[in-house]
């Protein structure tokens, strides 16, 4: 099977349908026909019988539809990227970003690179990590900003800062115990509020939930660490953020609480190695480091010292 048979292929087997593939492909149903005739004469066997439902595989088409799905894919993701590249010109910068990266960060950002160049246009994603390799491989995104380096050989990541994690409760669980009390004798009867799912950030809250003797179930589990912050205002619980997000807290709403318990957590910008990076992102990663640093300078009058 060449390329253009497999595509037909493929179309006929997601519809079900001669006229909807030929839709799908933007050809007539006569070329798609004779695609998939041309096919079953070169194979010696038919690929799809016609029932009342429409077309159906044969058990034959089953084991070439599961032995071709990652050639289709890996075509599907060959269209993506080439379709992107040409769509990333001099006058546009598109980003992703952790959605606490997102929220908490990326506003100064932006407002920088406004100023500085007002004339390019800015698109922005809200990525969790383990959507930034298709991003990036597929030029989606020009780079992308994450905690942690990324595990991907084909994605380089940059080390463009560190700081401590924090944990965060609400203040009037945090007032419940003597000033001078522990962190374990704070936190042994407040819930702890977890990450679903492979986030790095899950293992930090545990080890802290662990060290303290908070119980791990029953407990709240959510996606991001933005709910689950939302949820420690409303005083349900403790969590554990990033340095970025407890620079911003307001102290009346939430307290911080630096865990040197903890190894410190890095913020990566992370690029495809195969494709050089375009002016545009070029100049806005060269504005990275002062809004960073002009983040980090933000007044932090009012929030607890470490123990």
């Known amino acids: 099977m060449n390329l253009r048979q497999l595509e037909v292929f493929q179309a006929v087997l997601q519809t079900g349908n001669m006229s909807a593939a030929a839709r799908l492909l933007c050809i007539t149903p006569s070329a798609v026909s004779k695609a998939v ?47 992107n590249l040409g769509a990333s010109d001099e006058g546009q ?31 922005v994603r809200t990525l969790h990590q383990d959507q930034m390799t ?3 491989l597929t030029r989606s995104v020009d780079f992308g900003l994450g905690f942690y380096a990324h595990p ?9 800062v560190s700081g401590r ?14 000033r001078a009390a522990t962190l374990r004798a704070r936190l042994t009867q407040v819930p702890v509020i977890r990450l679903v799912g492979d986030d790095p950030m899950r ?11 908070a119980p791990l179930a029953p407990a709240i589990q959510v996606q991001t660490s933005r709910l ?4 420690v205002r409303l005083g349900m ?49 060269a504005l990275l480091g002062p809004a960073l640093h002009e983040a980090l300078q933000a007044d932090p009058a009012g929030k607890k010292k470490p123990l």
């Open 165 to 178: 994690l924090s944990l965060a409760v609400a203040p009037a669980l945090w007032g419940r115990a003597p």
């Open 93 to 123: 910068v598109r980003l992703a970003a952790i959605p606490a990266v997102t929220h908490e960060f990326l506003p100064r950002l932006l407002q920088r690179h406004a100023a500085r160049y007002p004339q390019v246009a800015v698109e």
């Open 237 to 285: 619980g403790w969590t554990v953020i990033d340095f970025l997000t407890a620079q911003r807290q307001d102290p009346a709403s939430v307290v911080t609480q630096e865990l040197h318990e903890l190894a410190p957590i890095s913020l990566f910008a992370y690029q495809a190695r195969s494709v050089p990076e375009g002016l545009a992102a070029t100049r806005m990663r």
């Open 37 to 83: 005739a041309h096919t079953e004469l070169q194979l010696g066997y038919r690929l799809f019988v016609r029932t009342r439902q429409g077309l159906s595989p044969t058990p034959e088409a089953c084991v070439l539809a599961t032995e071709s799905q990652g050639i289709h894919q890996q075509l599907d993701a060959l269209r993506r990227t080439a379709r």
């Open 203 to 213: 293992q930090s809250i545990d080890d802290i939930a662990q060290r303290v003797g």
């Open 134 to 136: 298709q991003a990036l």
């Open 152 to 160: 991907h050989p084909q994605i380089r990541s940059e080390l463009l």
């Open 228 to 231: 689950a912050l939302e949820l």
